[in-house]
């Protein structure tokens, strides 16, 4: 597999919102099968390309998947002290340069009115994956549907949402077109795991939703999970500044940050 094959691969994974990690290597010295290969590895170990194959290569397969889980890219050398095999050892060492290229995060924005246009205008400019998970027909939804990576029409917000296979690494915004809908998709979302679960509304919409989700015998520890009224305060009520709010909020949880203002510098 040549280096342009291996630059397609690299875009299906990235396009797919696929982790991986790239390893090339980038010093060969004494008796070894190749230089200057690149191999991709992905987050269950397995590879495409390769830089050799025997142990060496397993060894850096080995290393590539904890650099996804860490995020850190890392130079390692593997030399004739690694058996193949056979029991064997390879001559010569390699030196390999290991890359991680982290999944980009999901944004799944369930309901895609103006709020939830403009937060998936502004997720897609930050380079978040973007889900737009709505029953309304495509027409309906034609300016909003160029901003999300994926659009999964549903027919029911709570069986569908419930029967939707969302990561548990995503953050997830409620802002359909009416109280009964978001209610119908907070009771699906709420048994679910997800890095974060805000909803749009007042605290009077917010009150009732909560006790008729309580009345139907939901555990009230649950609603804890929710962020709601979404977004952090920094004022303003057009749509544009309410997505501001909210993608705020999720920068701070993504980032494990309060979200608060920065100290200031004396």
């Not at 397995?46 to 142990?55: F, L, Q, R, Y």
């Not at 995020?71 to 890359?99: N, Q």
């Not at 999720?250 to 940050?257: F, L, P, S």
């Amino acid at each position: 597999m040549d280096a342009i094959d291996i630059a397609r691969e690299q875009l299906r994974a990235f396009e797919a919102g696929k982790p991986f990690a790239t390893v090339t290597i980038v010093d060969a010295k004494g008796t070894t099968s190749r230089t200057y290969s690149k191999m991709l590895v992905f987050a269950d170990g397995t590879a495409v390309g390769t830089v050799g194959g025997s142990d060496k290569e397993k060894a850096a397969i080995a290393d590539a998947v904890a650099c996804i889980r860490t995020g850190k890219p890392v130079l390692r050398t593997y030399g004739d002290g690694i058996p193949s095999a056979d029991g064997k050892c390879c001559g010569g060492e390699f030196t390999m340069f290991i890359e991680p290229s982290p999944a980009r995060p999901r944004l799944v924005v369930v309901g895609g009115g103006h709020v939830g246009g403009a937060v998936l205008r502004l997720g897609k400019f930050l380079g978040y994956d973007t889900w737009l998970v709505d029953n309304r027909d495509e027409e309906f939804l034609a300016d909003k549907l160029p901003l999300a990576s994926r659009f999964i029409p549903i027919k029911d917000y709570e069986a569908d949402l419930r029967a939707l296979d969302i990561p548990p690494d995503s953050f997830v915004v409620l802002c359909s077109y009416s109280h009964a809908t978001d209610g119908a998709a907070l009771a699906a979302m709420l048994e679910k795991d997800c890095a974060y679960l805000g909803m749009l509304g007042s605290r009077k919409k917010i009150a009732r939703l909560l006790a008729g989700l309580e009345a139907r015998g939901y555990d009230p520890r649950l609603f804890r999970r929710i962020r709601t009224p979404i977004g952090l305060d920094l004022g303003g009520e057009t749509p544009e500044e309410v997505a501001l709010s909210i993608l705020s909020e999720i920068q701070a949880v993504r980032y494990g940050r309060p979200g608060t203002v920065f100290p200031s510098r004396t």
